[in-house]
C-alpha cells in the first residue's frame, strides 16, 4: 500500500473507531479510551484506543488478544480448545512453578512418528504476548487441521508424520509478576525474595523505578532467577549478581529452577527435530552459540523463519540461555530464539498487528521443514 492510501486508511480507522467509543448501542452509556473491547456484531469485536497504523488482525475463535493475557486467561482456552478439539490435542503438565502453576504442554500430531518439534513462550515474564501467539498458533493448527496446507503438503499429512508440542507459557509466575505485580504471587516466602531483590537492585543502581514499574518489567521466575540463563551452557563463566533480580540472576546452580529442569527433562525425553523459542522483543532471530553441534541445521532454520516474518539473523554468543544448552548438550537440537515485536516489554495489545501476521505461518512451516529433514 502506498504512503498516502496508508494514511487515509489510518485516518478512516481511527474515524470508526472514535465513532464506536463515542457510544455503544444499546446502553445509552458513553464508552471512553481504554474501555477494551466493544461488541459490533456477532462474533465480530473492535479494539478501542488501541488504533495504530496497522490493521489488528481479525479476531476468531477461542484465543483473543488481551492488553494482559494471563495464565487464567491461557488455562481458561485450553479448556475451551480441549472441549472443541479434544482428539486432536493432549495437554499434559510437564512441572509445576514455584509459586503452584501448571508447565502447559500441548501436543498435536502423530507422537509416535519419531519427529517432534517443540515451540516454547515467555520463559522471560514480561515478554507476555509470546504465550498469545504460541496460543493463536496452536489454535490455527487445530482449527485448520483438515483444510490447511502448507509447501503444497495438508497440515493433516503433515502431523501424520510428526508431533508439534506447543509449550505458550514456561514461566507462568513471572508473567504473573509483570502483569499483577506482587498480587500475582500467592506465596509469601516468594513475596518476600521479590521486594528483597527491589531493594538490592535500588541499592546497586540497577533500578530507579517504584516498585510497581519495577515488577512490571520482570524476566526471573517466582524467586528471581533469570531462566535463560540457568542452564549448563557456559553457566559458570557468566556474571553472577550475586542475588535475586527482576533479570540478569543465572541461580545457584544450572537447572536450580523447577521450571528449567522441566524444560531440560522435556529435551532429554524426545529425539526433537528441533525447538523453537519465542521471545520479544526486536524482530531478530538468535540462532548460534559457541561449541554450537547443529551450527547447520540451526542457520537452516533461521533462514526459514527469517524469510516469513522478515526478521535479521544475528549469531549470538549469549550463554547459559536454553537455546544454548540444546545446540550443544549430548544428542543436540537445532534450535533458534526468535524476538517478535518492535516496541519495548511489555508491549501494547496494538503490537499484535505487527505480531501475528508475522507469525502466523511459522508453525507450519518448522513443522514441515522437520517432516523434510
Ligand atoms: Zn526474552
Partial sequence: MKKADRIKKYIRTAAAVLALTLSVPGTGMAAGPGSGLVTVGPGQTLLTGTATPSEMPKEWGVVRTADKYSYSDMEQDIRELQAQYGSRMTVNVIGTSLDGRNLYEIVVGNQNAGKHVMIQGAIHGREYMTPLLVMKQLETALAQYDTGRYGGISYASLFDRAAVHFLPMVNPDGVSISQFGLQGIR?????????????KDL????????????????????????LNSNFDAGWEGLNDLGHPSYAGYKGPSACSEPESMALANLANRYQWSLVLNYHSMGEVIYWDYEGNKVQEQSAELSELVAGITGYRQIASSGGGGYKDWLQIKESPVPSITVEVGSVACPMPRSEWARVWPQNEQVWAAVLSWAVTH
Fill in 187 to 199: 506465596s509469601p516466602e516468594l513475596r518476600q525474595t521479590i521486594e528483597e531483590a527491589y531493594r
Fill in 203 to 226: 541499592e546497586e543502581g540497577r533500578t530507579e523505578a517504584s516498585l510497581d514499574r519495577y515488577l512490571d518489567y520482570w524476566k526471573a521466575n517466582g524467586r528471581g532467577v533469570d
